[in-house]
């Protein structure tokens, strides 16, 4: 059998949008199997670390949760800057949060890395019928910025993991 190479990558990847919106959920559901009804909110931003396997790449993820509160907004670059990817997440029942993820990704765009990954989460399908932001309007905006587009569940899983491997799939595609 072809061998292409063992590759190792370390990859920084930063979590951003609006508190509540599920992101340390999101990453506790990841690197743990775990979910809490009552999350406690993150102070400036939180810091954790997953190593994942895919085809004959291992992918380590330095994974910076940030806090989503204006008044650290300023703190921000620290974390964006450098990294690989970035996951721009909002809350489907919340269209606030949305509004919020769009202002997210003008920063990153403007922050001037053509390399980085960026993604559009809509965290928490588990409430369709709590819905606000529709799924199509969502599609459409991602579509016209080139962000990669998921809705996920922190509470159910859904798509957690798939969220991480695309993010793993398209890192080692660069490399
Ligand atoms: P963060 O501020 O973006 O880090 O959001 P948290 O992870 O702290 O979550 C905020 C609240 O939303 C917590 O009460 C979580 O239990 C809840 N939550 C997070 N993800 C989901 C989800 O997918 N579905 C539901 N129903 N609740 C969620
Ligand atoms: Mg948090």
Redesign the pocket.
């Known amino acids: 059998m072809a061998r292409t190479g063992n590759k190792n990558i370390q990859a920084k990847l930063v979590?951003l949008?609006?508190?509540?919106?599920?992101?340390?959920?999101?990453v506790?559901r990841f690197t743990k199997g775990q979910?809490?009804?009552?999350?406690?909110?993150?102070i400036g931003a939180a810091f954790f670390t997953q190593v994942l396997s895919l085809n004959e790449a291992t992918i380590k993820f330095d994974i910076w949760?940030t806090?989503?509160q204006e008044r650290y907004h300023s703190l921000a670059p620290m974390y964006y800057r450098g990294a690989a990817a970035a996951v721009v997440?909002y809350?489907i029942t919340s269209m606030d949060s949305f509004e919020r993820a769009k202002k997210w990704v003008i920063e990153l765009q403007r922050q001037g890395n053509p390399n980085l990954i960026m993604f559009l989460v809509g965290?928490?399908?588990?409430?369709e019928e709590k819905r606000k932001v529709g799924n199509e309007e969502a599609e459409q905006y991602a579509k016209e910025n080139g962000l990669v587009f998921l809705e996920?569940?922190?509470?159910?899983a859904q798509n957690v993991n798939e969220l991480f491997y695309e993010i793993a799939k398209r890192l080692t595609k660069k490399v």
């Open positions: 979590l949008g609006d508190m509540g919106t599920g992101k340390t959920s999101m506790l979910f809490f009804d009552f999350q406690e909110s993150t949760d806090a989503g997440v809350d965290n928490k399908v588990d409430l996920t569940s922190a509470k159910t």
